[in-house]
């Protein structure tokens, strides 16, 4: 990313992780492998991270606010 011109800080503030098709996940063996993944990412990473299923539309609204919030940052407005 540095190639193209983005920084880690800018990644930092104006990146979003989406892990889409989490209704694709089955079996509790599976679950558990699919949670420790999630949670690594999280500890790992500082930007965030949205699990979501665009076809259920789970978690469409936390994905629509973290959107929301990073743009009213970048913008440098409060967040509604």
Known sequence: MEEVGISESMLKTRYLEVWNKIDLVEGEQMEQEFQ?????ALESNEHPVVMMSCKQ??????????????????????PI
């Open 36 to 40: 420790e993944r999630i949670d690594l």
């Open 57 to 78: 539309g789970f978690n469409k609204s936390l994905f629509l606010k973290e959107v929301e919030d990073m743009t009213a940052d970048l913008m440098g407005k409060a």
